[in-house]
């Protein structure tokens, strides 16, 4: 087994041989301590038949354990300087392919495709560049990859949000849009020491386990996550006050509206944050004919 890259000294005797500046605009924060990368690999339940996708490999830190612990790693940087990096670092690894793109702009579901063929046991786990966190979450669900599901670090409040329960301050359509495709919980709080150079906000790791099915059955999923953001648009509102304000001519349907609600069995006083999945899969489903 080779050298750890994620030990203090390793990792700065990278920067230092290349010459290394980090870029703040690229979340570059890297990972310094081999036992969190230990666990991130283990909560991704990796076997020698996992095809691992990973986002931004930096110095190739996580990417290391992935390779040891999957059958193939295929890993998205953007940034052109790490390129030689990588090409050291993980030059012990035949199983690891980098691609120099944007995950935002790349052809994900091709890639992957073209990449793990014959591989069924799909997993992405990365430490994610924190500002684009959900952008980059929500294009792997929406792209409909076939994932057993995502571990991922990210910043804590965002983690909050993403695993919220109805009821509380954290539930909105974020909650909604991914708990609509998988099981979100998080595992892990992290410390910012772990980190070079350290983070300004906590990081938590979550696991997302793709469900067989989506949590509720929906007629029309576009409309159905218009009606979650829609509800959610100023937290202080009724549902009702949310929905006619942000629907296509909303104002001139609020009896529909209202009449929607009453079939759908939600009082029109509610607020968007104590309805479940469930719930909003009723009344998007009622207000759709209404609206399309
Ligand atoms: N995996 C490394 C680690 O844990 O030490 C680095 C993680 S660092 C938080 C995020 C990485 O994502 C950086 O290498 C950064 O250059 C890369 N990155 C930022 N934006 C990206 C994007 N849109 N697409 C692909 N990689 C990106």
């Given at each position: 087994m080779h050298k750890d890259i994620a030990t203090p000294i390793r990792t700065k005797e990278i920067l230092d041989k290349y010459g290394f500046a980090f870029k703040k605009s690229l979340g570059q924060n890297f990972l310094i301590d081999p036992n969190i990368l230990r666990k991130i690999t283990e909560y991704a339940g990796l076997t020698d038949q996992t095809g691992a996708i990973e986002v931004?490999?930096?110095?190739g830190a996580l990417t290391e354990h992935l390779a040891r612990s999957s059958k193939k790693v295929l890993s998205f940087e953007i940034d052109q300087r790490l390129l030689p990096i990588l090409a050291d670092t993980l030059s012990?690894?035949?199983?690891v392919k980098i691609i120099h793109e944007d995950i935002l702009k790349a052809d994900v579901k091709t890639l992957v495709a073209q990449e793990f063929e014959g591989i069924s046991d799909l997993m992405v786990v990365a430490n994610l560049p924190y500002y684009v966190t959900t952008p980059i979450i929500l294009k792997l669900l929406a792209d409909r990859i076939p994932l057993r599901g995502i571990v991922v670090m990210l910043q804590k409040e965002v983690a909050d949000r993403i695993s919220a329960k109805p009821g509380?301050?954290?539930?909105?359509s974020l909650s909604i849009a991914i708990q609509y495709y998988t099981k979100a919980e998080t595992v892990m709080i992290v410390p910012?020491?772990?980190?070079?150079?350290?983070?300004?906000v906590d990081s938590a790791v979550i696991r997302l386990t793709t469900l067989d099915k989506p949590a509720a059955d929906v007629v029309d999923e576009v409309f159905f996550f218009l009606v979650t953001r829609s509800s959610f648009?100023?937290?202080?509102?009724?549902i009702l006050n949310n929905l006619t304000s942000q629907l296509p001519n909303g104002k001139e349907k609020k009896e529909q509206i209202l009449d929607a609600l009453a079939k759908a069995d939600i009082?029109?006083?509610?607020?968007?944050?104590?309805?479940?999945i469930q719930e909003f899969a009723r009344l998007s489903n009622e207000l759709h004919p209404i609206f399309n």
């Amino acid at each position: 087994m080779h050298k750890d890259i994620a030990t203090p000294i390793r990792t700065k005797e990278i920067l230092d041989k290349y010459g290394f500046a980090f870029k703040k605009s690229l979340g570059q924060n890297f990972l310094i301590d081999p036992n969190i990368l230990r666990k991130i690999t283990e909560y991704a339940g990796l076997t020698d038949q996992t095809g691992a996708i990973e986002v931004g490999p930096g110095i190739g830190a996580l990417t290391e354990h992935l390779a040891r612990s999957s059958k193939k790693v295929l890993s998205f940087e953007i940034d052109q300087r790490l390129l030689p990096i990588l090409a050291d670092t993980l030059s012990p690894y035949d199983n690891v392919k980098i691609i120099h793109e944007d995950i935002l702009k790349a052809d994900v579901k091709t890639l992957v495709a073209q990449e793990f063929e014959g591989i069924s046991d799909l997993m992405v786990v990365a430490n994610l560049p924190y500002y684009v966190t959900t952008p980059i979450i929500l294009k792997l669900l929406a792209d409909r990859i076939p994932l057993r599901g995502i571990v991922v670090m990210l910043q804590k409040e965002v983690a909050d949000r993403i695993s919220a329960k109805p009821g509380t301050k954290e539930y909105g359509s974020l909650s909604i849009a991914i708990q609509y495709y998988t099981k979100a919980e998080t595992v892990m709080i992290v410390p910012k020491t772990v980190f070079m150079p350290q983070p300004n906000v906590d990081s938590a790791v979550i696991r997302l386990t793709t469900l067989d099915k989506p949590a509720a059955d929906v007629v029309d999923e576009v409309f159905f996550f218009l009606v979650t953001r829609s509800s959610f648009a100023q937290r202080r509102k009724t549902i009702l006050n949310n929905l006619t304000s942000q629907l296509p001519n909303g104002k001139e349907k609020k009896e529909q509206i209202l009449d929607a609600l009453a079939k759908a069995d939600i009082d029109p006083t509610r607020r968007g944050e104590t309805l479940s999945i469930q719930e909003f899969a009723r009344l998007s489903n009622e207000l759709h004919p209404i609206f399309n």
